[in-house]
């Protein structure tokens, strides 16, 4: 039985500062083992796609910002149903914002691939909740 | 007179069944105004649609159409122009009804002096001029106050970023910070920004608030208790709750949702800043009562209650009690006005040390989306 919720998670954010937010308090809160940064959608995309490709381990949990440059954290998941569809793996993924929009908080609820939209600052305690409820969907 | 640019002179469309009239109009006043002339209807409005005049002179006698009957079909594609009738003295009653009914601004009988004609083209000018300017003062008011509106909202949201960076921040202070002096520091810049994010998060709802737009969607209590959980402001967070909820449920609910949201969120978000300080949690009971026509919703928290001289007030701007954790004064307000807007209610029954309980009642749109 592994100390860490999670082995590995994405975090894909273009704001620094809140990376290093969200890692310290990961690995704080051991949620996750392993993190990996990535300040846009796109790179994020092209190694999942690697990943998947080479038959290596995919992530377990991906934080994703839905405010980015160039591509959107919606944008970044119409994309990201393909690599579902081909890799045949699901890890919790949560989009975490800022947002206070309403529109943004349907949006978010009604896609598939989001268990939850994630307030900015994140409540540690509450992800933890969440993958736990979520364990057995997986 | 209202002054004008006078290489601009005012435009004027002349109707008459009779050449001869039009001719004799044309030589008294193209000097001083750019006069157009139409012997029937037709030409008469591809004219306005070209030229836009200002002010309109028709004839009541006419073979096919009256004047009357003209300007009233103008009135409806071109409300713009302003209207006058010249005739005989024999159709008052026509000419009477026609003024009472707005479809002209006055009539001119015949014969004409050209000294009336003037005076009539001057003083029409001068309506059409002042109305334009009044609906240019709206149009630019309605534009400045549609602007300012975005740029609140658009700001708080920018403001909301980086304020939601620097929380995250005291959060890992709180974990990697051991000195005692650093600690204390960190604390207080957690509650100031704290008090930054609710009172961004107060002008985004109150924003909201002000839009006209109502959507009416099916509620899901617990849906919607849970959304309301998640976006409490980081200060007030679930962790400092604890939530009983009762539903009793007799129909569908359709409601404005994000408005009633915002209603409870507020109301929440004050059961816990006003927590007696000897709770570790505040308490609140939700209870739903949900009938055909109205939605009653019950808050009940336990916390410090409110002073017997603030009750009538808790629901004004910028009201603040005199508390350790003062708000932002908006929080009350902002839920009085969702209410009213949604057509519902608000009252408070509360003595201080007995906690507050705060009963809302909302119209049920069930039957409305059935329609």
């Known amino acids: 039985?592994?100390?860490?919720?999670?082995?590995?998670?994405?975090?894909?954010?273009?704001?620094?500062?809140?990376?290093?937010?969200?890692?310290?308090?990961?690995?704080?809160?051991?949620?996750?083992?392993?993190?990996?940064?990535?300040?846009n959608g796109k790179d994020a995309?092209?190694?999942?796609?690697?990943?998947?490709?080479?038959?290596?381990?995919?992530?377990?949990?991906?934080?994703?910002?839905?405010?980015?440059?160039?591509?959107?954290?919606?944008?970044?998941?119409?994309?990201?149903?393909?690599?579902?569809?081909?890799?045949?793996?699901r890890p919790y993924l949560f989009m975490v914002s800022s947002t206070e929009d309403d529109h943004d908080l349907r949006r978010s609820r009604d896609n598939r691939h989001i268990i939850k939209l994630l307030r900015k600052p994140l409540v540690p305690k509450l992800l933890k909740e969440v993958i736990d409820q979520n364990s057995d969907l997986k | 007179?209202?002054?004008?640019?006078?290489?601009?002179?005012?435009?004027?469309?002349?109707?008459?069944?009779?050449?001869?009239?039009?001719?004799?109009?044309?030589?008294?006043?193209?000097?001083?105004?750019?006069?157009?002339?139409?012997?029937?209807?037709?030409?008469?409005?591809?004219?306005?649609?070209?030229?836009?005049?200002?002010?309109?002179?028709?004839?009541?006698?006419?073979?096919?159409?009256?004047?009357?009957?003209?300007?009233?079909?103008?009135?409806?594609?071109?409300?713009?122009?302003?209207?006058?009738l010249i005739t005989g003295f024999t159709d008052v009653n026509d000419i009477i009804d026609a003024i009472n009914k707005g479809h002209i601004y006055r009539y001119i009988t015949k014969p004409w002096s050209e000294a009336e004609i003037k005076v009539a083209i001057e003083n029409a000018y001068d309506l059409y001029h002042t109305r334009r300017q009044l609906q240019e003062k709206i149009d630019d008011l309605e534009k400045t106050n549609n602007e300012l509106n975005r740029f609140v909202y658009s700001v708080s949201h920018d403001l909301?970023?980086?304020?939601?960076?620097?929380?995250?921040?005291?959060?890992?202070?709180?974990?990697?910070?051991?000195?005692?002096?650093?600690?204390q520091l960190f604390d207080k810049v957690d509650q100031s920004v704290h008090k930054l994010d609710i009172l961004v998060n107060n002008i985004i709802d109150y924003y909201k608030?002000?839009?006209?737009?109502?959507?009416?969607?099916e509620v899901d209590v617990d849906n919607l208790v849970e959304d309301v959980l998640n976006q409490l402001h980081s200060g007030e967070s679930r962790e400092n709750l604890t939530l009983q909820k009762a539903v009793d449920q007799n129909a569908r609910f359709f409601g404005d949702y994000f408005r009633v949201r915002i209603v409870l969120s507020h109301l929440i978000a004050n059961a816990i800043k006003f927590k007696k300080p000897e709770q570790l949690r505040a308490q609140v009971d939700l209870n739903f009562e949900i009938g055909e026509d109205q939605v009653l919703i019950k808050v009940k928290d336990h916390g410090v209650g409110i002073l017997q001289d603030?009750?009538?007030?808790?629901?004004?701007?910028?009201?603040?009690?005199?508390?350790?954790?003062?708000?932002s004064g908006l929080g009350l307000y902002i839920v009085k006005e969702a209410l009213s807007k949604m057509g519902g209610s608000i009252d408070v029954q509360s003595s201080p040390g007995k906690g507050a309980e705060f009963h809302i009642v909302i119209p049920n749109m069930v039957q409305q989306e059935n329609e």
Request: hydrophobic share 40%; aromatic share 10%; proline share 5%.
């Open chain 1, 1 to 39: 039985m592994s100390d860490f919720q999670v082995e590995y998670c994405l975090l894909i954010d273009d704001n620094l500062v809140d990376r290093f937010v969200h890692r310290r308090l990961l690995e704080h809160h051991k949620i996750a083992r392993t993190i990996k940064e990535f300040d």
């Open chain 1, 45 to 89: 995309l092209d190694y999942l796609t690697e990943l998947a490709r080479n038959g290596s381990p995919v992530p377990d949990l991906i934080l994703l910002d839905l405010m980015m440059p160039e591509m959107d954290g919606f944008e970044f998941l119409k994309h990201y149903e393909l690599w579902v569809q081909r890799s045949k793996v």
């Open chain 2, 1 to 84: 007179m209202t002054p004008r640019n006078s290489t601009k002179p005012i435009r004027i469309l002349y109707l008459d069944d009779e050449d001869n009239n039009l001719r004799s109009f044309k030589a008294a006043f193209r000097r001083e105004y750019e006069v157009y002339t139409a012997n029937n209807t037709e030409d008469a409005f591809s004219i306005i649609k070209s030229q836009k005049p200002q002010v309109i002179f028709s004839d009541q006698r006419m073979p096919v159409t009256s004047g009357v009957e003209f300007f009233n079909a103008v009135r409806q594609v071109f409300p713009e122009p302003v209207r006058i």
């Open chain 2, 160 to 183: 909301r970023a980086p304020i939601a960076s620097v929380l995250g921040l005291v959060k890992v202070s709180q974990i990697d910070i051991k000195d005692e002096a650093s600690i």
């Open chain 2, 209 to 217: 608030n002000s839009k006209a737009t109502e959507e009416y969607l």
């Open chain 2, 310 to 327: 603030h009750v009538e007030q808790i629901f004004k701007m910028f009201f603040r009690g005199k508390d350790q954790m003062a708000g």
